[in-house]
């Protein structure tokens, strides 16, 4: 059985640095691209960031760019999300999911998805 689980989120400060991770299982996690999306409230799911399957390439939303960072560990098939100088409009539910094939951003091309962490940045 396939699942992706998402851990780390939190209430914070802004300007402080949270560590999101995802943890995937039951699915053989090397053939994927892997990305993380978020929700904030009343409004859609966006792209926040993406890794290729190998780690070799990476791609960033404007909004974040320069502030997260997406990293993957193949062995241990956990892929990470390194956000800092966080403000409020970073406050959503964070998703990780998966797609066979090469790195894309748009989240109709993602199969499979994790429940979410929830981040709240405070002002």
């Known amino acids: 059985q396939v699942q992706l689980v998402e851990s780390g989120g939190g209430l914070v400060q802004t300007g402080a640095s949270l560590r999101l991770s995802c943890a995937a299982s039951g699915v053989t996690f090397s053939i994927y691209a892997m990305g993380w999306f978020r929700q904030a409230a009343g409004k859609e799911r966006e792209f926040v960031a993406a890794?290729?399957?190998?780690?070799?390439?990476?791609s960033y939303s404007d909004a974040v760019k320069g502030r997260f960072t997406i990293s993957r560990d193949n062995a241990k098939s956990t892929v990470i999300l390194q956000m800092s100088s966080l403000k409020p409009e970073d406050t959503a539910v964070y998703y990780c999911a998966r797609r066979r094939g090469v790195l894309l951003t748009s989240a109709r091309d993602y199969d499979y998805w994790g429940r979410g962490t929830q981040v709240t940045v405070s002002s």
């Open positions: 890794v290729s399957r190998t780690g070799s390439s990476t």
